[in-house]
């Protein structure tokens, strides 16, 4: 019987003890994925708010052109947009970036349109539809499109539409270039050609990936592997290299269907390259004039008051000397002018001389 208690007595004190194990790891689990819930929602805070500070509002823009470019991801100079091909630790190239996005549901894209981005719901793309007519495999798992790391073609993305703004704000002084849209385009042999043709893929607002784009860090150097940065700054730099084929106009035309030969479209694109650089360069020499002129009139009004100041000073000084200059007192005495003797008395003194004259011979 006691054995039997004992039994019973250990049994049940194992099994409290193996309770109180799985409580405090279901509490660890628990606290564990409470704090990555509240790290990620607290880096998507400072995401958003760098995202905002990040921003420039064109609208108040009083002069802006708007420049359509293709980069080529095989020029070294736009590489870091095209390595790594395979995600790899916290690194991923910026199609792949995007891409997981969109299979996520965290970002919108719309339709390709020649000639026109529209970014309206009516436009917004379907990305099943869009994985079935590029022939990408994916799998659905509850409801959901799962596609791995090495059936996401970014291998054959190798160059993207980029749409930019070159604008400058008078009430700011404040001159820039605005990333606005980027569509990626890949490059897959052509039913009837015979080398790699483009397609388009869609349209995405860059405001969309910029708050992605502000955390993704890419290698911006070969020679020197220490020179990372984000593809934010990528762009916002315009480390970028990128040929114009089109300016917003009024017929909306691109360059090539203005020029006749590749000579003249070539002259088209440099033309516009030299004009942005003109512009910029000429902002700032009137800037620097206006600046001189502000400091040489700053000079002007210093030295007008200071021979004000000089001139006031002047004559307090000259008021203070008339106020307090006294007349000298004379230390000489007046002499008072001596009255004429009569001739009364002039006779009364010869005859006087003369009788003591006569007195002293006797």
Wanted: aromatic share 10%; with cysteine; proline share 4%.
């Amino acid at each position: 019987m006691k054995r039997t208690a004992i039994i019973i007595f250990l049994a049940c004190a194992f099994s409290g003890v193996t309770l109180a194990q799985e409580s405090a790891r279901d509490r660890l689990t628990n606290q564990n994925q409470k704090k990555a819930a509240d790290s990620s929602i607290g880096l998507s805070i400072r995401a958003a708010q760098k995202n905002r500070t990040q921003t420039s509002n064109i609208s108040e823009a009083k002069w802006l052109r708007e420049i359509y470019r293709y980069l080529d991801l095989e020029k070294e100079q736009n590489a870091p947009l095209y390595y790594p091909v395979v995600p790899e630790q916290d690194r991923m190239n910026l199609f792949t970036m995007i891409f997981k996005l969109l299979a996520e549901n965290q970002i919108s894209a719309y339709e390709y349109l020649d000639g026109r981005e529209i970014f309206t719901d009516e436009y917004k793309i379907d990305f099943k539809e869009l994985l079935d007519r590029f022939g990408i495999y994916y799998e659905i798992q509850n409801g959901k499109v799962v596609i791995n790391d090495v059936d996401i073609p970014s291998n054959e993305v190798q160059g993207y539409y980029l749409k930019e703004a070159y604008f400058f704000e008078t009430g700011t002084s404040n001159y820039g270039i605005e990333t606005l849209a980027i569509c990626p385009i890949i490059h897959r042999q052509g039913d009837y050609e015979a080398g790699t043709v483009r397609y388009p893929l869609f349209w995405i607002p860059y405001e969309e990936i910029r708050p992605y784009t502000l955390r993704m860090p890419i290698m911006t150097s070969s020679l020197n592997n220490t020179m990372t940065g984000t593809i934010d700054d990528f762009f916002r730099k315009g480390n970028y290299e990128g040929e114009i084929y089109k300016t917003t106009n009024l017929r909306n035309l691109a360059l090539a269907q203005q020029a006749a030969t590749p000579e003249e479209l070539k002259l088209k694109q440099e033309k516009i390259e030299k004009e942005l650089k003109e512009f910029e360069t000429n902002l700032w020499r009137e800037r620097a004039a206006k600046k001189e002129e502000t400091k040489a009139t700053k000079k002007e009004d210093k030295q007008e008051e200071e021979v004000v100041s000089d001139e006031d000073n002047s004559e307090t000084t000259k008021a203070k000397r008339t106020t307090t200059r006294k007349p000298r007192a004379s230390t000489k005495k007046s002499k008072e002018p001596k009255e004429p003797k009569s001739s009364t008395q002039t006779t009364q003194t010869t005859k006087s001389t003369g009788n003591s004259m006569r007195n002293r011979r006797y």
